[in-house]
């Protein structure tokens, strides 16, 4: 028996995927690429962006006219907003909420589904259950003295199941679900929840067996990572102690890997993060630091909480402690109110920090979200305009980045085929994508030498030198 | 906490919630609340504050502490510059009282903001 799953939405859904997957596999399901094949259909669903939640209802629409003429079970979960939530139950025969995901084998058993593992003699609620429990937790290892997490029963998380790693060289590891900050523009404190942090001893026991495993790059994800741990009063560890752990035992154990965040908060940034980054070789130099308008006034009306003075400090200790790391951005342009001279501060900016790379986004009201209460009174065109001098602005400023690169020799991460015939691509430590003239695919997943020879504001090309190379 | 320092707690409408844990949880606090709401029964966590220190400004009524707005009474009584400033609730009150405030010479650090609406 088949199932066929899509995935929407951010990082964190695709970690959630991965989990659904090692349940699915569990069940005894295979999986198949082509829906028409499959016969559990499931989508990780993310209501955050309009378009994708179009997507979910088109295709649930399509999947339903099938029920006519084949057995098909079909499930939603992800971040979904109460009212989605609402009308999914009447197109689908299973919703859940993610932190319901150990349940999901008695849900798909009550539901009438003869699993492939269900075929077998003993069928009970118990082995169900089985099938999705964690492998193992932390209580089996005594790491590095992390501290005892909450005695208090917590809610169950994803990432109490194991998942089923769709790479073989890159993984995301959730480190935190959930925000508390509930800026204006978004919804996922409304379809997350509050922030739960993950018992740092789980963490590092899933980093320990992928960087054994040899996995190249490792992201911890988290919607806010730099709050991780203060859901627990004092009883776990903070994100810097839990950055210095990682990094102190992947520098220990002889393997090379770049291991990255995302996304941290500004206001909750703390230098000892950035001193914990400057200490270990494993802990990659690249920041992500989303700014989303370059003025104060803005800054409130998004209730982000910080300043531009508060973010200029905390990039004041990128620049000091970590000299070659690489800064990227999110931005909006266009947020309800953005007057031409708030504008013109983000344009600044971007010059002032000197991005490497930016994530630029038309604001664009979420349901959900406070924001979609008030009017979305920037025309059109005038955040098409912004889009594109913000983006020139930006590319001034990367590619100033980029030809320093040239003619160096550059250690990268071999990621996969490139869109250009016979190229391979990957990026560096900085994650700066760089391609080069090879068709050899044993060099996916491995760190090899490129000699840079043309740059562009976000990219380069180069000529590889040395094969498999040790970072 | 910041021992000493005198604290100005803004908020307009349901803005007000956040403010009365914590001044329950700071024993001893300096502090004074702005309410803005447009009529005095609205005014309805009064008394969750030591007498004297809440200060409901309503600008349709004459009922209130003060007839006006937050910003109209800011103006007529200037804080000190070193006072911590918490603004809580509607985003248009919250930038006025951050001009406001930033004018009087607090610094935009000890301005902190929570926008509700
Ligand atoms: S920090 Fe803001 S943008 Fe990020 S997830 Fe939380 S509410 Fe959304």
């Known amino acids: 028996m088949k199932y066929h799953l899509v995935t929407l939405g951010c990082q964190m859904n695709h970690a959630d995927a991965e989990r659904v997957q090692a349940v699915m596999a569990k069940l005894g399901y295979g999986v198949t690429d082509k829906e028409e094949e499959a016969d559990v259909i499931g989508i990780i669903a993310c209501s955050v962006r309009q378009k994708a939640i179009d997507k979910v209802y088109s295709k649930i629409s399509k999947w339903n006219k099938w029920k006519n003429k084949k057995n098909l079970v079909t499930f939603v979960s992800g971040c979904i907003l109460p009212d989605d939530q609402q009308k999914f139950l009447k197109l689908f025969d299973l919703v859940f909420d993610m932190k319901e995901l150990s349940s999901f084998p008695i849900m798909l058993s009550q539901y009438g589904v003869t699993t492939p593992v269900s075929n077998t003699p003993r069928v009970h609620d118990a082995d169900m259950e089985e099938v999705a429990r964690p492998a193992s937790v932390a209580e089996k290892l005594n790491l590095a003295g992390a501290r005892p997490v909450s005695k208090v029963a917590a809610p169950p998380q994803t990432w109490e199941v194991e998942p089923v790693y769709n790479s073989s060289f890159e993984a995301f590891i959730p480190i935190q679900n959930g925000c508390n900050k509930f800026c204006t523009f978004c919804a996922v404190p409304y379809t997350r929840g509050r922030e739960v942090s993950r018992p740092s001893a789980d963490i590092l026991e899933e980093a320990r067996n992928l960087i054994e495993k040899g996995y190249k790059s490792i992201t911890l994800l988290g919607q806010n990572v730099n709050s991780y741990g203060l859901d627990k009063k004092g009883e776990e560890i903070s994100f810097a102690a839990l950055l210095d752990r990682l990094g102190g035992m992947a520098d220990a154990s002889g393997q090379d890997v770049w291991i990255y965040y995302t996304s941290p908060h500004p206001r909750d940034m703390t230098r000892d993060v950035i001193e914990a980054m400057a200490r270990h070789r494993s802990l990659a130099k690249q920041v992500h630091l989303p700014v989303q308008s370059g003025d104060d006034k803005v800054l409130i009306r998004m209730n982000r909480k910080h300043s531009m003075a508060r973010y200029r400090e905390v990039v004041g200790w990128i620049h000091d402690l970590l000299p070659t790391a690489t800064l990227f951005t999110d931005v909006i342009v266009g947020f309800t109110g953005e007057t031409d001279e708030q504008f013109e501060k983000t344009r600044a900016a971007m010059r002032e920090f000197k991005y490497n790379m930016a994530y630029i986004a038309m604001y664009s009201p979420r349901p959900g979200a406070a924001s979609f209460a008030w009017q979305d009174d920037i025309p059109h065109t005038v955040k098409k305009e912004r889009y594109a001098q913000l983006t020139e602005d930006l590319e001034k400023e990367a590619i100033v980045h980029t030809k320093k690169m040239k003619d160096q020799m550059i250690r990268i991460l071999v990621r996969g085929k490139d869109r250009k015939d016979g190229y391979l691509s990957g990026h560096t430590e900085g994650k700066i994508v760089v391609r080069f003239a090879s068709d050899d695919e044993s060099l996916i997943g491995t760190f090899v030498d490129v000699k840079i020879e043309s740059v562009r504001p976000f990219s380069v090309e180069g000529e590889l030198v040395t094969e498999k190379v040790a970072i | ?117």
Not at chain 2, 94 to 108: A, N, P, R, W, Y
């Open chain 2, 1 to 117: 906490m910041t021992a000493g320092l005198p604290f100005l707690f803004v908020a307009s409408g349901t803005g007000i919630s956040p403010f009365h844990s914590f001044v329950k949880q700071y024993e001893g606090l300096d502090y004074q609340v702005l309410h803005g709401v447009r009529l005095a029964e609205e005014s309805y966590e009064r008394e969750e504050y030591e007498s004297g220190r809440y200060i409901a400004c309503t600008s349709q009524d004459e009922k209130g502490d003060f007839h006006g707005r937050v910003t109209d009474y800011l103006i007529a009584n200037p804080v000190n510059s070193d006072t911590l400033c918490y603004l809580c609730g509607n985003c248009d009150m919250i930038h006025d009282v951050f001009d406001i405030l930033e004018k009087q010479g607090v610094k935009s650090e000890n301005i902190l903001t929570e926008v509700y609406f």
